[in-house]
């Protein structure tokens, strides 16, 4: 396979990951609320910090992910919330379609955050801003 075919299935990996984030990250905002998302990580167990936390991460880094800015960074920082969703949907079964979702879908997009994370952004993405570059790992840079 040739450079351009990777560098454009890397591009459709990020795109893909970060467009799932970013339609989680809003879906918790605009259907479920902030108050009501809160509301459920609490009666899991988990503080209300980590409600907006992962608000955030799923909301500015799947737009990250979509313009291709650090995609390395933002895949190895997606990881947490991706293994969390796993770890949540984990008693329901396999099956995604099960009632309240199983834990195939949050596995494969843990998959596909560790691709990303190894392979990069490709040469379609936008991967560093100056300013920011200092404060970045040069192997989570590309």
């Known amino acids: ?15 893909g990951l970060g467009a799932v984030l970013l339609a989680h990250g809003l879906l918790k ?8 998302t809160v509301g459920f990580f609490e ?11 992962t608000i ?9 992910l979509i ?16 293994l969390g969703a796993a770890w949540v949907h984990s008693g329901n079964g396999w099956l995604f379609s099960n009632e309240g979702g199983g834990w ?13 994370a190894i392979q990069g952004g490709g040469r379609f993405a ?8 200092t404060l970045i790992p040069a192997f989570l840079k590309a």
């Not at 955030?56 to 990250?64: D, N, P």
């Open 126 to 133: 936008i991967k560093r801003i100056p300013i920011v570059d």
């Open 43 to 53: 009666s899991l167990g988990l503080s209300a910090v980590i409600a907006y936390l």
């Open 29 to 36: 905002v605009l259907v479920f609320t902030v108050a009501g």
């Open 56 to 64: 955030f991460g799923e909301v500015v880094g799947g737009a990250a």
């Open 104 to 116: 195939e879908f949050p596995a494969l997009l843990v998959l596909i955050a560790i691709v990303v």
């Open 1 to 15: 396979m040739n450079s351009t075919a990777n560098d454009q299935g890397a591009m459709l990996l990020r795109i």
């Open 67 to 82: 313009l291709g800015i650090y995609p390395r960074l933002v895949a190895v920082l997606s990881l947490p919330i991706l």
